[in-house]
């Protein structure tokens, strides 16, 4: 069955990094939309990074570009969120979640990203960012 794991949160200073993986198992990576999703307390959840498995085009938050990475090795079925110069608004719940849809990986290409549409979901991982 599918399965997405989340690991690699924890706390940590502002400024600071952190490296999330995803380990999937389940179905074909390179076949799914794959993306990184954040909540904070009392808000929706978000889309931060997003893959479309129809042509690779990946989708950045405008509140993460150019300090988040998403990464993809299929090989070892990991999908990997390098975080760099984090601050305390990038806190929440970070969760990894898979759709193999056309609609979902269409959604990434034009930037329109629905977190509810994504059919798979990890357990999700804690970032604290604070000093």
């Known amino acids: 069955q599918v399965q997405l794991v989340e690991s690699g949160g924890g706390l940590v200073q502002p400024g600071g990094s952190l490296r999330l993986s995803c380990a999937t198992s389940?179905?074909?990576?390179?076949?799914?939309?794959i993306g990184w999703f954040r909540q904070a307390p009392g808000k929706e959840r978000e889309a931060v990074a997003c893959?479309?498995?129809?042509?690779?085009?990946?989708y950045y938050a405008d509140s993460v570009k150019g300090r988040f990475t998403l990464s993809v090795d299929n090989a070892k079925n990991l999908v990997s969120l390098q975080m760099n110069s984090l601050k305390p608004e990038d806190t929440g719940i970070y969760y990894c979640?898979?759709?193999?849809?056309?609609?979902?990986?269409?959604?990434?290409?034009?930037?329109?990203?629905?977190?509810?549409?994504?059919?798979?979901w990890g357990q999700g991982t804690q970032v604290t960012v604070s000093s």
């Open positions: 979640g898979a759709d193999g849809s056309y609609s979902v990986a269409a959604g990434i290409i034009r930037g329109s990203i629905n977190w509810i549409e994504y059919e798979y």
């Open positions: 389940g179905f074909p990576l390179d076949d799914y939309a």
């Open positions: 893959r479309s498995n129809s042509d690779g085009t990946r």
